[in-house]
Antibody, heavy 117, light 109 residues
Framework: QVQLQESGPGLVKPSETLSLTCTVS????????WSWIRQPPGKGLEWIGH???????KCNPSLKSRVTISGDTSKSQFSLNVSSVTAADTAVYFC???????????WGQGTLVTVSS | SFEMTQPPSVSVSPGQTARITCSAD??????AYWFQQKPGQAPVLIIY?????PSGIPERFSASFSSSGTTVTLTISGVQAEDEADYFC??????????FGGGTKLTVV
């Protein structure tokens, strides 16, 4: 069974860069797309972007200028950087696998990142 | 931009049928998906490829398309107390950008 686990700082200062890593276990990172999604407290889901195992990426246009997604297949990990964060970036950040049918079929438990000085 | 609209809340009594709609100006050719999210937990996929149910998802969860192609509906038959949760629809626009509906809080009263 594929499992995903997000890791990274839970507190980031305004204007700094938010950095998270998702570690995949129980399955291969190859041949799949891997996504980042976030959810501000009490609000809905927002897709941030995804990366294919070969390194190609696609990001939400609303965040594109601040988001970088990268991967390390040797470690079965992929990462998210969001630059110049503000309080509006406070959210639970999830990583998820995109199945061959295009659905987000496996999710990490999520990690809360708070932007505050 | 492509948006998917859901009612903020739906209330239903135990044993009744809940219907949660998800509307767009024009649903793209991409598939629609549905997720269930309980407080403090990650979303769980309950419908994929428009109408398919992943293994382990009860048969009381089903989905359908309107004839106009602008609305997808999640139907929960014989609602149980454990079905109380937030439900999100999701699809992609023509450029592959993933879009979520705003979510619907299902209350079992």
């Amino acid at each position: 069974q594929v499992q995903l686990q997000e890791s990274g700082p839970g507190l980031v200062k305004p204007s700094e860069t938010l950095s998270l890593t998702c570690t995949v276990s129980g399955g291969s990172i190859s041949d799949y797309y891997w996504s980042w999604i976030r959810q501000p407290p009490g609000k809905g889901l927002e897709w941030i972007g995804h990366i294919y195992y070969n390194g190609s990426t696609k990001c939400n246009p609303s965040l594109k200028s601040r988001v970088t997604i990268s991967g390390d297949t040797s470690k079965s990990q992929f990462s998210l950087n969001v630059s110049s964060v503000t309080a509006a970036d406070t959210a639970v950040y999830f990583c998820a696998r995109v199945s061959n049918y295009g659905d987000l079929d496996h999710w990490g438990q999520g990690t809360l990142v708070t932007v505050s000085s | 931009s492509f948006e998917m609209t859901q009612p903020p809340s739906v209330s239903v009594s135990p044993g009744q049928t809940a219907r949660i709609t998800c509307s767009a100006d024009a649903l793209p050719k991409q598939y629609a998906y549905w997720f269930q999210q309980k407080p403090g937990q990650a979303p769980v996929l309950i419908i994929y490829k428009d109408i398919e149910r992943p293994s382990g998802i009860p048969e009381r969860f089903s989905a359908s398309f309107s004839s106009s192609g602008t609305t997808v509906t999640l139907t929960i038959s014989g609602v149980q107390a454990e079905d109380e949760a937030d439900y999100f629809c999701q699809s992609e626009d023509s450029s592959g950008i993933v879009v979520f509906g705003g979510g619907t809080k299902l209350t079992v009263v």
